[in-house]
């Protein structure tokens, strides 16, 4: 079957750096999706990895190796407005999107 | 960002009513779809349309019926839902399915049933 982990719930500190990780087990790779969800409102698109390596935007990287299954988010210079969820979603071999159960990333001041 | 509008938010209803939720998008784009969220689980497809067809029904009961009249409006016809079809109910769009765009989401209708 096809599979996304992701923590269920991290804790980080105003100021501080996380790293949300992503591991999948899918039927093919077409990429890599992560979209940040806050409460009650609508998911919103951050980044698409295709290749390896890291995409840098802003205070925002997404990393991607397709050897290992494995994709980070990471959040610099955390602030309290990134209190969200994290949700990582990667495209099989039919262009079907699995998405993993999301990461709740609580910021304390 | 109210590129894609989902009415009502909020949504409660007894399990012999019918009732349907409304999605619109401003974004010209070709592809709509309906997910369901449900808490601490991943996000489930439950319809694609492309160019206002039809191209993945995901084995959603029959309670649950899409129409999609053209590429800016999406609905999702309710009717003899179950308690456990509680959750949130999310519209997006994007430009064409299967690709590496990304899908646009609405603020979804919070759903409850009696």
């Known amino acids: 079957g096809q599979n996304i982990d992701q923590p269920t719930e991290m804790t980080a500190t105003e100021g501080a750096i996380v790293q949300i990780n992503c591991t999948y087990q899918t039927s093919g790779f077409n990429g890599l999706f992560w979209y940040q969800q806050h409460a009650g409102e609508a998911p919103t698109f951050l980044s698409y990895?295709?290749l390896d390596g890291l995409e840098e935007k802003g205070r925002f990287s997404s990393f991607l190796s397709r050897s290992k299954g494995y994709s980070y988010l990471l959040l610099k210079e955390l602030q309290m407005k990134d209190s969200a969820s994290y949700l990582c979603?990667?495209?099989?071999?039919?262009?079907?999107?699995?998405w993993g159960a999301g990461t709740k990333l609580i910021i304390k001041p | 960002e109210t590129g894609v509008t989902q009415t009502p938010r909020h949504l409660v209803m007894g399990m012999t009513n019918k009732k349907s939720l409304k999605c619109e998008q401003h974004?010209?784009?070709?592809?709509m779809y309906w997910y369901k969220q449900s808490a601490k689980k991943p996000l489930e497809l439950m319809f694609v349309?492309?160019?206002?067809?039809?191209?993945e029904n995901n084995s959603v009961p029959s309670r649950f019926s899409p129409e999609c009249p053209n590429s800016s409006h999406l609905f999702l016809h309710l009717h003899t839902l179950q308690p456990e079809d509680s959750a949130l109910y999310l519209c997006?769009?994007?430009?064409?399915?299967?690709?590496?765009?990304?899908?646009?989401f609405g603020n979804g209708t919070r759903l409850t049933v009696t």
């Open positions: 974004l010209g784009h070709n592809a």
């Open positions: 997006a769009s994007s430009q064409a399915p299967g690709t590496g765009t990304p899908l646009h």
């Open positions: 349309y492309s160019l206002e067809e039809r191209v």
């Open positions: 979603a990667v495209m099989d071999s039919n262009y079907q999107l699995i």
């Open positions: 990895n295709v």
